[in-house]
């Protein structure tokens, strides 16, 4: 064996004799280098660490000890890759105790037998190696899970900047610049405790942030240009409906990485000052996790370009944020943005980032299993590997869809629980496009298709999506496929498989159509919401412009009294009840919708005698509900007598309700000339924000 390829041992003895006796047994198969006492020994150790496979350490030494050498090889974590055998006539149980608490693998009394340390140098040597390659195996394991997690990841993303119209970048955008936050706040205070643990959760967690996007109408996403108030009410939900999902998945909820990304779904719109959404939270308030991804959103959002806008240079975004023109933001985020400004298009830019930072954490993953000796291999294994199913079960829970993985080389599927449940076929399917089950459930011709086109992708370009009828359990259903081949590290790259996931149009557009109606009404009376009933109006008056129409607003009068007394949930019931009488005493092409609060409205047409309608309607919906008086107050607006459409018509109406508050309540009265001054004293009870944030 030629001394290139032998193994190292360093040997640090103070004397000459005892190291002469121990590279005499052990030179024929190892390569060997000496120390005279502990200090020398650091420095080869800290020259030649990885090179060297074993250390055989004396105690008793001048300068420093053989003790001395194992607190500074523990506080460089050498100590853990490297073995230490001691060798020393201090055979005391107190000498010997110690070192095996600094770490050492195993002790040898002098005088030397050859055979003993020859046997046990080898044996360590053997043992760490197996160690290391069991590592290596665990980590590469967990790197491939890793990757299969974050392929599922950009396929999540994907589906939702694709309805977007976005490039595909803005999710991964995000993920970098959280990242570079959480660790460059970390290093600046100890203010907010985070663990790398929870970095890489907060990390993962903010690829969902605009989850919610896909309950929103895309002529609304993709709109070029500003949003009216109307359309920016409804973009605002988006948040909320993403909390939502998360919030409403059968098992997992109590996870930390669901928790972490309900917090950044929810609330990634709030700001420092209170003035975001949905529920105006202020500083810390708002959990730092969505501090960040907001930060991160807004900077990924001004620096891209979008359908209603260019994009802006990072120097202009910098400073657009510094100044506060995109919302009010932590002071001491603002100042790791200073920190590290300049080198973040650097890092932005950086197309391999993922890759790389998913090597360093299976490294430091590999370090750790080193520093956990309570843990037997087979354990550390086991835990990290069902660690990674979690992760991934996660994800196809959350999306009810079905999920799979391709290999091409043997050809197989293995599909999600949820999947193969819902196709009537097992997890594991061995060669497919011959296998009779298979075909039943995908024409041969279409996977053939498809796996056609997945060849003739690239590694630069491998996002596919594909149409084709399933058969669901007896019943062919048309089915979007979106997959991503995988290739191997190869030069050329060799194409491997693909992973995906197949969604039923059909329900798609059931449960988005079950989302929009969240968006667009009141989740507790079930009648439309404000913003989306004055869409309906607008449409309506512009559609029929000589129609002679009337707006109503009303609301209970002492309604507080109700919840003071009774308390809410009565207080929710009599809105229940009176949204109830509501709908029974108006027409089918009258629009009602809860403005909020105990206040209603209705807008309806009419031909001849109004007062009638409305007095009507009044009569109605009084009387009682169990113990508590219904009494209202109403004030309505003709647009006969009030030209400048909705906002006009809402001001004007809440004028005469006003009046009538002032004159006793429990009754009607018309908007009319002698209101003038009330119209001009109220100010408009739906807000005048206007400005439209960045994504």
């Known amino acids: 064996m030629s001394t290139e390829q032998k193994q190292k041992i360093l040997i640090v003895d103070d004397s000459e004799l005892n190291r002469a006796i121990l590279a005499d047994m052990l030179a024929d198969e190892y390569e ?24 055989l350490l004396d105690i008793v030494m001048p300068q420093m000890d053989g003790f001395g050498v194992l607190e500074v090889m523990a506080q460089n974590h050498w100590i ?42 080898v044996n360590t040597i053997l043992l760490y190696a197996k160690q290391k390659r069991l590592v290596g195996m665990v980590a590469d394991q967990i790197y491939e899970n890793q990757q299969r997690s974050s392929l599922l990841i950009d396929i999540l993303s994907h589906i939702v900047e694709f309805r977007n119209g976005e490039s595909g970048l803005h999710v991964l955008n995000v993920r970098t610049l959280t990242e570079l936050m959480l660790n460059h706040l970390v290093q600046k205070t100890d203010r907010y405790q985070l663990s790398p643990s929870d970095i890489s959760m907060i990390c993962t967690a903010s690829s969902l942030h605009d989850i919610g996007k896909i309950s929103i109408d895309e002529k609304i996403l993709n709109k070029p240009g500003r949003f009216t108030d109307e359309e920016f009410a409804i973009m605002k939900t988006h948040s909320m409906a993403g909390a939502e999902m998360l919030e409403n998945l059968p098992i997992h909820q109590d996870d930390p990485l669901v928790k972490v990304a309900y917090d950044i779904c929810r609330w990634h719109h709030e700001r420092w000052d209170g003035r975001g959404y949905p529920d105006g939270l202020k500083g810390d308030e708002i959990p730092i996790s969505a501090q960040i991804v907001a930060l991160a959103d ?38 790791c943005l200073r920190d590290f400004a300049d080198d973040l298009p650097t890092h932005m830019n950086n197309s391999n980032s993922v890759a790389q930072r998913n090597l360093r954490e299976m490294r430091n993953v590999a370090q750790e299993i080193h520093r956990h000796e309570e843990l037997t291999a087979s354990e550390r294994t086991l835990q990290l590997l069902e660690h990674e199913r979690m992760k991934y079960s996660f994800f196809a829970d959350m999306s009810k869809e079905i999920q799979f993985e391709f290999t091409a080389s043997p050809p197989m599927i293995t599909l999600s629980n949820w999947g193969a449940e819902h196709l009537g076929l097992d997890e594991i399917i061995m060669d497919p496009l011959h296998q009779p089950e298979a075909r039943k459930v995908m024409d041969a011709a279409d996977f053939q298709n498809l796996t056609d086109i997945l060849r003739s992708t690239s590694p630069d370009l491998p996002v596919v999506t594909y149409d084709c009828k399933l058969n669901y359990k007896g019943a062919w259903r048309w089915t979007q496929i979106v997959a991503r081949a995988t290739w191997s590290n190869d030069e050329p790259p060799r194409y491997t498989g693909a992973i995906g996931k197949a969604i039923d149009i059909h329900d798609s557009r059931m449960k988005l159509a079950s989302l929009e109606r969240q968006a667009s009404h009141d989740a507790l009376t079930g009648l439309l919401n404000h913003a989306y009933a004055k869409k ?13 129409c009337a707006l109503v607003i009303f609301d209970l009068d002492h309604f507080k009294s109700a919840n003071d007394t009774y308390g809410h949930s009565f207080g ?14 108006i027409r089918g092409g009258d629009i009602a919708a809860r403005a909020g609060g105990d206040e ?48 006009a018509l809402f001001h004007a109406a809440d004028a005469a309700l006003y009046t009538v508050k002032r004159g006793g309540r429990g009754q009607y009265r018309f908007y009319d000339e002698t209101m003038r001054e009330t119209l001009s004293a109220i100010s408009p009870i739906d807000g005048d924000e206007t400005t439209q944030e960045p994504d």
């Open 32 to 55: 060997i280098i000496e120390a005279e006492n502990g200090l020398q020994g650091v420095g080869l150790l800290q020259q030649q660490e990885t090179d060297i496979s074993l250390v």
């Open 600 to 647: 209603f409205l209705i807008f309806l047409e009419y031909k001849d005698d109004v007062e009638a309608v409305i007095s009507r309607i009044f009569q109605s919906l009084c009387g009682r509900f169990e113990q508590f008086p219904l009494s209202i107050s109403m004030g309505v607006a003709l647009t006969a007598t009030v030209p400048g459409g909705y906002d």
């Open 298 to 335: 807004v900077y990924d959002a001004l620096t891209s370009k979008r359908c209603y806008k260019d994009s802006f240079s990072h120097e202009t975004a910098i400073q657009m944020i510094l100044d506060g023109k995109c919302g009010a933001f932590n002071p001491l985020l603002l100042d």
């Open 572 to 585: 929710d019931q009599v809105l229940v009840h009176l949204a109830e009488k509501l709908r029974q005493c």
């Open 536 to 548: 309906r109006i607008l449409e309506r008056i512009e559609s029929r412009p000589a129609a002679t």
């Open 80 to 121: 853990d890759d490297i073995p230490v055998i001691m060798i020393s006539a201090e055979t005391g149980s107190s000498h010997i105790e110690r070192a095996y608490e600094l770490g050492v693998t195993d002790f040898i009394s002098r005088p030397f037998d050859a055979l003993i340390v020859h046997r046990r140098v």
